[in-house]
């Protein structure tokens, strides 16, 4: 049965139809309106380095990416040549050393923090990175 059937069958019940009925037919036989485009955007400086994502038309420089990446939101990303090229992310170790600066701990248990009056090792974190 049409749309505009099932509105006059409704209309032309005995009983009557109260506003709210009406207004339902009406905006059941109205046509779905085709939802906006749905587009994802990365803004970035002349460098190529990322500003920002962005489902916004904004001002500057921009490449159009899928919604994976999108939603990722990398920053370990640069943009050569029109295209989005991945930065492989460099090793990074870090472990505490003793030495002349950091937090002072009991010589035996490096957990116990203790007051720098007292017998101590001082500890401090070092970063070593690598490709």
Same mark, same amino acid.
């Not at 069958?9 to 906006?36: G, I, L, Q, S, Y």
């Not at 994802?40 to 420089?61: A, C, I, T, V, W």
């Not at 950091?102 to 009056?117: F, R």
């Given at each position: 049965?049409?749309?505009?059937?099932?509105?006059?069958?409704?209309?032309?019940?005995?009983?009557?139809?109260?506003?709210?009925?009406?207004?339902?037919?009406?905006?059941?036989?109205?046509?779905?309106?085709?939802?906006?485009?749905?587009?994802?955007?990365?803004?970035?400086?002349?460098?190529?380095?990322?500003?920002?994502?962005?489902?916004?038309?904004?001002?500057?420089?921009?490449?159009?990416?899928?919604?994976? %990446?999108?939603?990722?939101? &990398?920053?370990?990303?640069? #943009?050569? !040549?029109?295209?989005?090229? /991945?930065?492989?992310?460099?090793?990074?170790?870090?472990?505490?050393?003793?030495?002349?600066?950091? %937090?002072?701990?009991?010589? &035996?248990?490096?957990?116990? #923090?203790? !007051?720098?009056?007292?017998? /101590?090792?001082?500890?401090?974190?070092?970063?070593?990175?690598?490709?």
């Amino acid at each position: 049965m049409s749309t505009q059937r099932l509105i006059n069958t409704a209309m032309d019940w005995p009983r009557t139809v109260n506003e709210t009925e009406e207004n339902f037919w009406k905006a059941w036989a109205e046509p779905v309106p085709e939802p906006a485009p749905v587009f994802f955007r990365l803004y970035h400086d002349e460098h190529g380095r990322p500003l920002s994502y962005s489902m916004e038309h904004l001002p500057g420089n921009y490449i159009d990416i899928d919604a994976e %990446t999108y939603q990722l939101s &990398s920053r370990r990303v640069q #943009v050569i !040549d029109g295209k989005l090229v /991945h930065i492989a992310p460099k090793k990074t170790v870090t472990k505490l050393v003793p030495g002349s600066t950091g %937090t002072p701990c009991v010589p &035996s248990n490096i957990s116990i #923090v203790v !007051d720098p009056q007292q017998p /101590h090792t001082k500890w401090s974190l070092k970063s070593h990175e690598s490709d």
